[in-house]
């Protein structure tokens, strides 16, 4: 088993850079299926799961070039270029580990007229299908058949016209599949309902760099006017917002200063207001976010929404910062119906955390202790992260070595001072 000991208790300092977004890279990755010209992605963070979508795109013809960051990136450079498709069925053994996996869909189906996609795996946050994007790709002109555990998406002869389609509840995956496969349509489509998410904002940025015509980008409703071909391009992925909020609440629960080098303000404003209301000083600095101490945490109610309301993927790491602030906190979880496991190993380091189906109240305690924890998810994981960090003695969290030994949270510079953790296989 892969785990992080923690010995906590201590106020925090430095300036943490900010990697590139996780949710972004997974996104903006397949897009070198579009095109036969190399595509150049800057500050991709140094996780796994991007290197697992690498060699995905691999077995499809994809070749791809790794470089070390350059001085103004914290992550690394990947040249991508699909001179030629290979292949255009993404197998279950790839697939099976990682969810993302299903984005190759759309871009194989636009660019090679076929696609073969194993059905993604089931999740430990709860049930996530894939209905939208088969809905949304069919409204484009798509055939849609599924056999065996494969999804096989084909266009009819003279390719893909495009189309309309309204999303019946917003889906980020499924307007990033949609997206993908509109830029290269015959005619012009229109989404609506789309998800506005700034990761989405950073796909629709890239693919317009590439030369596709997108109107209303950051909007509800995108049109795009398909082109014949893309070319490729050089881009740097956006700062993760998840992580930055992250660190944000490791300040916040142990009372410390951190700068965030490269977080933005404008990407994450529920999160930033959310903090402030928690009693939390934060400010725009020159080179990103500055955290700063401003007394006792406060309680908060808060509900999980669609960008641009509280992102999900920030609800643990609240959940844990607020075990320590005075009243009792009101949290709901809209997105996924199972996304309060943390709750538990919480609850054995001293938190006081009742949860009603879709509700958790979390009573404020004046300590936590360092106890033996085991994650469930990535978010999970963080959460118990930052709890070690304000607990008292020793955490010992059970991780994936996945997230976070594979380096997805990069060596603070100037060096990370405070509390102790270190990854143990």
Known sequence: MDKI??????PLSGRIPISGAKNSALTLLPCALLTDEPLTLRNLPRLADVDSF???LNQLGVSTMIEGARPEDFGRVMTLRAGRVTSTVAPYDIVRKMRASILVLGPLLARAGEATVSLPGGCAIGNRPIDLHLKALEALGAEIEITAGYVTARAP???LPGGDFGFPVVSVGATE?????????????TLRNAAREPEIVDLCNLLVAMGAKIEGIGGSTLVI?????LHGATYRVMADRIEAGSYACAAAITG????????????????????????VHVEEIADGIAVR???????????TAPFPGFATDMQAQFMAMLCLAEGASVLTETIF?????????LNRMGAHIEVKGRTAVVHGVERMVGAPVMATDLRASMSLIIAGLAAEGETEAGLSKRWFCSGHYPPPTPPFQGGEARCAA
Do not use: F, W
Not at 177 to 189: E, Y
Not at 256 to 279: F, N, P, Y
């Open 293 to 303: 101490p401003n007394g006792k945490l406060q309680a908060l109610t808060l509900s």
């Open 5 to 10: 000991i923690i010995r906590g208790g201590k």
């Open 256 to 279: 410390s200063a951190l700068d965030l080098i490269g977080a933005k303000l404008d990407e994450m404003e529920a999160t930033v207001a959310a903090l402030r209301q928690a009693g």
């Open 225 to 229: 006017h398909g082109k014949e071909r």
């Open 157 to 159: 002869k003279g390719g």
């Open 337 to 345: 119906e199972n996304r309060y496991m943390h709750v538990p190993e």
């Open 54 to 56: 690498g060699h995905l």
């Open 177 to 189: 599949n949609a997206l993908m496969t509109a830029v290269l349509c015959k005619g012009t489509s």
